[in-house]
């Protein structure tokens, strides 16, 4: 068993750190985006509730 410590210890490890991040990607909400006609991410509550961040703006191109 003394020999094969390192390769449990490294797998169990692994599987623990992935069976958390599976948790925390299950539980991420989704942002809207495209809401209310805006292009970005509009901060709902706090101090900026209102405020357009992240605003994705398209440059148009001169011919």
């Known amino acids: ?3 094969m410590h390192r390769v449990l210890n490294l797998f169990s490890r ?3 750190i992935a069976k958390l991040n599976q ?5 991420l909400k989704s ?3 495209n809401g209310n006609g805006t292009s970005g ?3 709902k509550s706090g101090k900026n509730s ?3 961040v992240g605003h994705l703006k398209k440059v148009p191109k001169n011919i």
Request: charged share 30%.
């Open 1 to 3: 068993m003394k020999r």
């Open 14 to 16: 692994g599987s623990k």
């Open 23 to 27: 948790l925390m990607f299950r539980n």
């Open 31 to 33: 942002v809207e985006a």
């Open 41 to 43: 991410y509009v901060i």
């Open 50 to 52: 209102g405020k357009v």
